[in-house]
Nanobody, 121 residues
Framework: QVTLLESGGDSVQTGGSLRLSCAVS????????MGWFRQAPGKGREGIAA???????YYADSVKGRFTISLDNAKNTLYLEMNSLKPEDTAMYYC???????????????WGQGTLVTVSS
């Protein structure tokens, strides 16, 4: 069993930056692949970034070049650094993990409760 707890969501203006954090209860086979999803109002949940052992990373085209995913094993924490934020980045952001290899994640076995990011123009 894995517990994921996100933090760092906030309201910012267009062009601003935020760093989301996800505290991981323990790394195990269930956290082989870790990533971030988001769900905008009225839309489905989409995977936007993922990372796996060796720190290979994957990004959706919509965030590539603006967002950076990273993993601090010593702190049991997954991060998402978000720069050049746009109103279309407004969404609930979820940390997630699964026991199989990553590509860009489109499913997960474990989920956090989410943290809200609002970007105003």
């Amino acid at each position: 069993q894995v517990t994921l707890l996100e933090s760092g969501g906030d309201s910012v203006q267009t062009g601003g930056s935020l760093r989301l954090s996800c505290a991981v209860s323990a790394f195990s086979h269930s956290t082989y692949c870790m990533g971030w999803f988001r769900q905008a109002p009225g839309k489905g949940r989409e995977g936007i970034a993922a990372i796996q052992p060796g720190h290979s990373t994957y990004y959706a085209d919509s965030v590539k070049g603006r967002f950076t995913i990273s993993l601090d094993n010593a702190k049991n924490t997954l991060y998402l650094e978000m720069n050049s934020l746009k109103p279309e980045d407004t969404a609930m952001y979820y940390c997630a993990s699964r026991s199989t290899t990553c590509g860009l994640m489109n499913w997960a076995e474990y989920w956090g409760q989410g943290t809200l990011v609002t970007v105003s123009s």
